[in-house]
């Protein structure tokens, strides 16, 4: 029997367990209240673990002695209500525990199991005591020590107060000095918190205010007067200055209303031109969730949201998270863009959140892109969102016009022999180069995308055809230089380049398919005045590097700006007047029912980033597709011909948004017993779909998923369709739940809610 009156709280821990844990709280032991929400450590199997309260047990339920909870290290709950319920929703519909929803949505070092209280930057202050000495007074206490005297003085011209780090490391004072005036009470010295704020140092912003035109005007007018919950799909082309329309709505929202906002991008590093015209327009009122941002920073951003310090928030998809009371809209920008799709568990997509989370606290949902994903342009066809259109660019200028440069003739050098496929006429084809000579003589600049990092494609034996691939993966090796390597863009797999190829011995292996790096090498041999910048996941390793590079692209101090998809987002340079795509069909073919959708807006969006100056400008796309739809309707900036094509491709077989998906991933060490499992899985499946009578869940597969092994795991799928996702979220659930995964083979399954890929 348990002690009446012993209350009993429900514990979500970050386990991969379908269930919550009872823990007794005995009054008087703790530190702080248990409440909905709070922050617990608690004895789990003989170790410490961080654990979320949320709810109460009835006492005398359980007949075992529950274990005590042993710290409750915060003042006020770490979770707020709102964001609890909204983790309640991901787990519910991404079918994975609560705790490990939870855990997802406080910063780490919230999290940690061992270190319950996250440390705090603190620095030494000093300050002067109350009581001044008069003039009189000093000339005789400081008869015998000027030091002291010039100190003090010197703190006094700094308004009472500096660091000890200042007046030493800077202004030469030493700690003996200090000490004396501290003896004498005529200073004091404290230890004073911190904000850990990494762009305190980037500053250099003008806030011109821009007055919007009738169109963005009017924009602004139909959100800031929207219905509580409502969402809107800003449908605006590239260029149309959909920034300040989010920016303007803000100022409505945060300063009029006083209500709090979170603005989503795809990636912060890419987009500092974005992130740097918020903080013009808000100043200290906003917190940017940079991802490379330490522990640390991230931990004194979020405090300073859920102290209301900060009332807006600026991040990638984490950031719908925030600990944001009060608020009055959510914008994701770039709505259409994969990345906000998280790759593990809980594999939640920001923008299905943020419409839940927004609609649940009444505020509005703000969608925008010049290329809205067709699951969005679908529900504000349906009525679901209202469309909201920026049809034109600001101030009346053009989008570029597009040309397609056909790659599939042969090009012959000076001599009339045929070129190789790497030499620099058949890369640049003569009317990209003809462009790249005018906009550098014009002393213009030119952003070249190539969505393929490292050197060289792949490496193959020409005598019996053999590709070099990757041991971990089914992946074939991409060849990088500086050094030369093979490597693996998957696990990181690397290996030197081998002379004879495994397979045959035979001695002629040719390097296939360009990469970055190379027609990095072919553009310097061609231009070498010019200054180009790389730009892909190999040049921006470091914390600022993409900030560092678009930054110099900014000042005029590059001429060609050469990259991956990277490049393609965001980015608005007046002086770009060219941009060219060395190989449109890169990924085009990649066996995804995405695949043209991510082709059409990667070519759209690099369209976009040129001439959006007074000066225009062009963009020459290199294909050997020029008849696929979604190079045609890029050419011609004509979504809603795309949408109309791609949408007719996704009915039979069925495709979102004509339906929902779950893609069931089973994984293993060994093939044999991962294709089994695959099977056996399929067919339980399959079973219950019959006796329960689930008519409204389809089930395509066992088969093995288009990339087969991926870090050393083999990898077979079943893929579920569902008209109605209140069935797939039934059938998920309880397959996940009741399905036994045999002990071997380290067998595991992942179920993957609304899928952007299914490689
Ligand atoms: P989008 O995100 O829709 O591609 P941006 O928000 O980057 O477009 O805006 C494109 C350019 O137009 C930016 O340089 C921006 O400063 C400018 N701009 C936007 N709105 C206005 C306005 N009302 N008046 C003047 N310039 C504007
Ligand atoms: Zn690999």
Redesign the pocket.
């Known amino acids: 029997m348990r002690d009446a009156g012993e209350r009993l709280v429900e514990i979500a821990l970050p386990l991969p367990l379908f269930q919550t844990f009872t823990y007794a709280v005995e009054e008087g032991t703790l530190q702080n209240p248990v409440a909905l929400g709070s922050r617990v450590v608690v004895p789990f199997r003989n170790r410490r673990q961080t654990g979320i309260c949320v709810g109460e047990s009835e006492s005398g339920s359980n007949t075992r002695k529950a274990k005590a909870v042993l710290e409750s290290p915060d003042a006020a709950p770490a979770v707020g209500p709102a964001v609890l319920e909204l983790c309640r929703w991901m787990a519910a519909y991404y079918i994975v525990p609560l705790g490990l929803a939870l855990r997802t949505v406080l910063p780490a070092m919230l999290t940690a199991p061992d270190r319950p209280h996250p440390p705090r930057k603190t620095q030494r202050v000093v300050s002067v005591s109350a009581d001044l000495p008069s003039l009189l007074q000093r000339e005789e206490m400081f008869a015998r020590s000027p030091r002291q005297r010039s100190l003090f003085e010197l703190l006094e011209s700094l308004g009472g107060r500096s660091t000890v780090e200042q007046l030493g490391a800077k202004l030469g004072f030493s700690a003996s000095v200090l000490d004396g005036l501290r003896k004498r009470g005529l200073i004091q010295v404290l230890d004073e918190v911190v904000e850990r704020d990494p762009f305190a140092s980037r500053g250099g912003l003008t806030p011109e205010r821009?007055?919007?035109?009738p169109a963005?005007e009017k924009a602004i007018d139909v959100m800031a007067r929207a219905a509580a919950g409502e969402v809107f799909l800003l449908h605006?082309i590239?260029?149309?200055?959909?920034?300040?329309v989010y920016i303007e709505l803000l100022r409505h929202i945060v300063d009029e209303r006083g209500q709090t906002a979170i603005v989503l991008v795809p990636e912060i590093a890419l987009t500092p031109q974005t992130v740097d015209r918020f903080r013009a327009a808000f100043g200290d009122r906003i917190a940017v969730l940079h991802s490379a941002l330490s522990d640390g920073e991230r931990y004194d951003a979020w405090l300073g949201l859920r102290r209301g310090d900060k009332r807006i928030v600026v991040g990638a998809r984490s950031a719908v998270f925030a600990p944001l009371e009060k608020l009055g809209a959510i914008i994701v920008d770039e709505e259409h863009e994969s990345s906000y799709k998280q790759g593990e568990t809980p594999r939640y997509h920001a923008r299905e959140v943020a419409i839940v989370r927004a609609r649940a606290e009444g505020a509005i949902t703000v969608l925008g892109s010049?290329t809205p994903s067709l699951e969005s342009w679908a529900n504000a066809e349906s009525g679901k969102f209202t469309l909201l259109r920026l049809p034109d660019r600001?101030?009346g200028g053009k989008l570029p016009a597009v040309e397609v440069v056909d790659l599939r003739g042969r090009v012959k050098d000076e001599t009339g022999k045929a070129a190789g496929a790497t030499d620099y006429g058949a890369v640049i084809r003569e009317p990209l180069d003809r462009a790249l000579a005018e906009c550098l003589a014009r002393g213009e600049q030119t952003i070249l995308l190539l969505n393929r990092r490292g050197y060289s494609a792949f490496a193959q034996c020409i005598d019996c055809g053999e590709v070099s691939v990757c041991p971990n993966c089914s992946i074939t090796l991409t060849i990088h230089r500086g050094p030369e390597r093979l490597v693996c863009h998957y696990c990181l797999h690397k290996e030197d380049v081998r002379a004879d190829c495994t397979r045959c011995g035979g001695r002629n292996l040719r390097q296939r398919g360009l990469g970055t790096q190379q027609v990095e090498r072919l553009l310097s041999e061609r231009f070498p005045a010019a200054r180009i910048a790389r730009m892909d996941f190999d040049t921006t390793s470091g914390k600022w590097a993409h900030t560092r590079i678009l930054d110099r692209v900014g000042s005029g101090e590059i001429d060609i700006l050469l990259g991956t998809q990277m490049i393609a987002k965001?980015l608005?340079f007046p002086n770009v007047t060219l941009v060219g795509v060395v190989d449109a069909d890169v990924g085009i073919n990649l066996p995804d029912f995405r695949a043209s959708e991510r082709s059409f807006q990667l070519l759209s969006q690099v369209a976009?980033r040129a001439g959006?100056g007074a000066k225009g400008g062009r963009v020459l796309i290199q294909t050997r597709l020029p008849n696929h739809h979604a190079v045609r309707h890029a050419v011609a900036h004509d979504y809603h011909a795309f949408v109309k094509e791609e949408m007719a491709g996704r009915v039979i077989p069925a495709y979102p948004p004509t339906v929902r998906l779950a893609n069931i991933v089973f994984s293993g060490l060994s093939e044999d017993a991962t294709a089994r499992f695959a099977i056996g899985g399929a067919a339980w499946l399959r079973e219950l779909l019959d006796t329960r009578n689930e008519n409204g869940v389809a089930i395509v597969g066992p088969a093995p998923c288009p990339i087969e092994r991926i870090k050393n795991r083999w990898r077979w799928h079943v893929l579920l369709k569902a008209a109605n996702p209140g069935d797939l979220t039934r059938v998920g659930r309880y397959f996940l739940e009741r399905f036994e995964i045999p002990q071997k083979a380290d067998l595991r399954l992942t179920l993957d809610r609304d899928p952007v890929a299914l490689l």
């Open positions: 821009q007055k919007p035109t963005q605006g590239t260029g149309s200055g959909k920034t300040l010049a600001v101030g965001g608005d976009g959006r």
